[in-house]
């Protein structure tokens, strides 16, 4: 029997396999969509904390289509305040690296193959038994399957997700795209704040990926422009650092939200990634937390003893135990509310024109561009999270 089951090959799903199998520990992968589902077209924004976790599991070098972020140009629309970070602020290749979320996917579905690790895919898991000496899977074929320790990973889109803690619906979406410019972008990137929601062009290939954040009415109006339209308005609303906006490829909708279910759940049975909390994605911050969240249990289950580690073979202390996963938890804690925290900040602050906060926000900005040990600071906790 293996001693971890993990639900989801995601991405998460998958680092924590692999750094898991580093570890010497063996692990099970279920995962709900078949093998030949269709890539998902969405754009990651990686940071090189993340860049060093994928390295580290051979899965770097495997990756192509990658573009880095050696700058990012911060703003506000309408008032004062610049700030610039820059690679060399903290002594690293690269702040973040831009690529497709479906070439880190079919990497990673690469590794596990090559690491025999075995994952059978089309399985959905339709509800999770916590007992006293194991937890148990009821995947939807009728098959009941026991581990000591059951890793959720599986994006949040499992029915058998507790309520959250705590959530708040920011009634924004976010309209997402590629778009060219009339400047080269120089592997900068720009997160410009406005009234409305935050707008960010990441550097990938030779144009932006684009988010652009509105509320709910706004954006579904706005993905519906017309090109020439779309483009006009984007200008007005993001100005003209990189020139005119030349083309868009078509664009896509999705809400934004914040909900922290936390990585407790119950003995045996612990939830990392978007599982465990879902973040706006102002300073691309929820992806990287995930990450980081897979690395460390990992970590945590390699130092904790796992010979034994089958049903009812798990005392205290051991894989799966309460007292190991409340060591997760409390480990985690300070970065994943630090990214909880960090982006509803940004969000609920910058989101507005409020005369006060929009004269405080340009102080923020300014004090940033001026002290270097605050952007070293704010550059580390961003690459590295909480730890940096």
């Not at 089951?5 to 709900?32: F, H, K, N, S, T």
């Not at 590794?111 to 009821?138: K, M, N, P, Q």
């Not at 707008?199 to 009415?217: C, E, F, H, I, M």
Request: proline letters at 6%.
């Amino acid at each position: 029997m293996s001693s971890v089951l993990i639900v989801g090959a995601g991405p998460v799903g998958a680092v924590c396999a692999l750094a898991l199998q580093q570890q010497g520990i063996a692990a099970r992968v279920l995962e709900a969509q078949p093998a030949d589902a269709r890539a998902d077209t969405r754009t990651l924004a990686l940071s090189h904390g993340a860049r060093l976790i994928l390295d580290r599991l051979g899965v770097w070098t495997k990756l192509n289509d990658v573009t880095p972020i050696t700058r990012i140009h911060i703003s506000q629309r309408g008032a004062l305040g610049v700030a610039r970070l820059a690679a060399e602020d903290v002594a690293v290749p690269a702040l973040g690296y831009v690529l497709p979320y479906a070439v880190l996917t079919a990497a990673l579905k690469q590794a596990l193959a090559e690491s025999l690790i075995d994952v059978e895919y089309g399985v959905a898991v339709e509800r999770i038994e916590s007992g006293t000496a194991c937890a148990t899977v009821h995947a939807a074929d009728g098959r009941a399957l026991a581990a000591p320790l059951v890793v959720v990973a599986d994006g949040g889109r499992g029915d058998a997700a507790p309520a959250p803690r705590f959530e708040r619906d920011y009634d924004q979406m976010a309209v997402v795209c590629e778009v060219r410019t009339e400047l080269p972008h120089g592997n900068q990137a720009f997160e410009r704040f406005t009234p409305e929601g935050p707008a960010a062009l990441l550097p990938k290939g030779d144009r932006y990926a684009l988010v652009w954040t509105a509320s709910n009415a706004d954006a579904e109006r706005i993905a519906a422009l017309p090109d020439d339209a779309f483009l006009a308005a984007l200008y007005r609303h993001f100005g003209g650092r990189q020139g005119l906006f030349l083309e868009a490829s078509p664009r896509k909708t999705f809400p934004l939200k914040l909900a922290y279910i936390g990585s407790e759940a119950a003995d045996h049975v612990v939830r990392i990634g978007n599982a465990a909390q879902t973040l706006h994605p102002v300073a691309g911050q929820g992806f990287n937390i995930g990450l980081r969240d897979a690395w460390e249990l990992a970590a945590l289950c390699g130092d904790t003893p796992h010979e034994s580690s089958r049903c009812g073979d798990s005392p205290a202390g051991e894989i799966g135990s309460a007292t190991m996963l409340a060591a997760y938890a409390r480990g985690r804690r300070a970065d994943v509310l630090g990214g909880v925290g960090f982006t509803d900040f940004l969000v609920r602050v910058f989101s507005n024109d409020i005369p006060p906060l929009r004269h405080a926000r340009g102080l923020g900005l300014m004090a940033l561009e001026v002290l270097p040990p605050l952007k070293r600071f704010v550059a580390r906790r961003m690459i590295f999270g909480a730890r940096g």
